[in-house]
């Protein structure tokens, strides 16, 4: 498979472009990558589908948000998570489903926060969840055969890496679609 990896020189991107050695990679991220492009930016997503063509698989393991108290969170920090997380794992559907091949996958990333926030997780939290809630209702709405699927994983540091892959792998090889694949949720 053609996978288009975004984030692939972070600390679960590496994760899984390791495991994943038998697929043609094409690893994305601002400063690092075979191609660069910050998927915050709407004409640089657009140009990612066009620059790169017959991809089967996008996983996205990218995306920033703001841990802080809710008393020192405020609408600026609350938008980064929403500006830097959610809408660009969101218009990266948007914009490429029109260019996956059929039968095709999305595999987005969340979090942990989403369901079992702690104190100082608010900014993540809202984010994570809103991500879950996209996947499973667009999911339905997927043209030409196309999955889309999140993983939502806990801290690194709980998280068994073979669990971790597994559920990459799933997403990539079998026909699920609109799931949230929680991973290293036992830890609590
Ligand atoms: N690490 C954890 O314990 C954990 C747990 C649960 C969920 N998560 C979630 O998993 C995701 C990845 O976490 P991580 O710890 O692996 O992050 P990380 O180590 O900071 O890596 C982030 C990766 O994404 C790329 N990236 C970031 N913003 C981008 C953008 N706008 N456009 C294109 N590429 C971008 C970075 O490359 P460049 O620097 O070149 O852009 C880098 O390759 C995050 O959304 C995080 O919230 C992480």
Redesign the pocket.
């Known amino acids: 498979m053609k996978i288009l990896m975004?984030?692939?020189?972070?600390?679960?991107?590496?994760m899984v472009t390791a495991a994943l050695k038998e697929h043609e990679i094409v690893a994305?991220?601002?400063?690092?990558?075979a191609v660069?492009?910050?998927?915050?930016l709407e004409t640089?997503v657009e140009n990612l589908f066009k620059q790169v063509s017959d991809i089967d698989a996008v996983i996205c393991?990218?995306?920033?948000?703001v841990t802080a108290n809710l008393p020192e969170m405020n609408k600026e920090q609350f938008m980064v998570g929403i500006q830097?997380?959610l809408w660009?794992q969101i218009n990266l559907v948007l914009c490429g489903m029109k260019y996956l091949k059929d039968n095709g996958s999305f595999t987005l990333?969340?979090?942990?926060?989403g369901e079992f926030p702690v104190k100082g997780s608010s900014g993540?939290a809202i984010v994570?969840g809103a991500i879950n809630s996209f996947v499973i209702a667009a999911a339905q709405e997927m043209p030409r055969g196309i999955r889309l699927n999140v993983i939502?994983?806990?801290?690194?540091?709980d998280?068994n890496g073979d669990e971790l892959i597994a559920a990459y792998v799933r997403c990539l090889e079998t026909a699920i679609n609109g799931e949230i694949i929680r991973v290293g949720y036992h830890k609590q």
């Open positions: 975004i984030g692939a020189s972070g600390t679960i991107g590496k994305v991220g601002r400063k690092t990558g660069m492009a910050d998927i915050s640089a393991t990218a995306g920033d948000s830097q997380k660009p990333i969340s979090g942990k926060m993540k994570n939502s994983p806990a801290k690194v540091s998280i």
